[in-house]
């Protein structure tokens, strides 16, 4: 793999990964998972083939991120963040689990992170949901329902309880808009949150 970094402890058993990607001390990466380009894999991570990472990821320590989490580009997972992929999960070794026979080969409940949204020490992804673009689920937040856009979601059960502009900093919404005070993006309030106008509008 060319222009990849990987320390001497790490196991990693696919070669889908792209230049430029650092992967960290005791991380594992099982065959079939697929890690995008300029990636940082932090120690103690456990990647599960069937999941992949876009470009640009940053992965921190102690994360295990399971068969149908799919994680788009520019997206940040904090330490300890707990991704599922089962809404009903059973040993296979119990014998009423064996026998609902379907319910073996369609268990998989796909997770997507969108482009740019942040994920907080400790927060809880339960499987099926989806996590907007640019959004913020805060640390120790237990995510059981899809995350809009740019918002900021905390609690357990997560809530929307404000709004986030691209480069990370909190909108304060005045009439339906917000102006960012760091980066001058503008925004409006649309059906379902909020809608990117531009700059300075």
Not at 14 to 28: L, M, N, P
Not at 122 to 129: F, R, S, T
Not at 160 to 186: D, F, K, Q, S
């Amino acid at each position: 793999m060319k222009d990849v970094f990987i320390h001497p402890t790490a196991l990693v058993e696919t070669d889908q990964i792209g230049e430029g990607t650092k992967v960290w001390a005791f991380a594992h990466i099982l065959k079939d998972a697929v890690i995008g380009r300029n990636c940082n894999i932090g120690d103690h991570n456990f990647i599960e083939g069937g999941a992949s990472l876009g470009d640009g990821v940053v992965v921190k320590n102690g994360n295990m991120i399971w068969e149908g989490v799919h994680i788009e580009d520019a997206v940040f997972v904090g330490p300890h963040v707990f991704f599922t992929n089962d809404l009903f999960p059973r040993s296979k070794q119990l014998p009423e689990a064996a026998e609902r026979g379907s319910r073996k080969e369609n268990w998989l409940v796909p997770t997507r992170v969108k482009k740019g949204a942040s994920l907080g020490a400790g927060a809880v992804i339960l499987a099926g949901v989806t996590i907007g673009e640019y959004s913020l689920v805060a640390a120790g937040t237990l995510v059981s329902k899809d995350v809009p856009p740019y918002a900021l979601v905390l609690g357990a059960p997560g809530r929307v309880r404000g709004w986030m502009c691209r480069c990370g900093l909190r909108l304060r919404l005045a009439r339906g808009r917000a102006t960012c005070g760091g980066c001058g993006l503008g925004y409006r309030r649309g059906r379902k949150g909020i809608e990117l106008l531009g700059p300075k509008c």
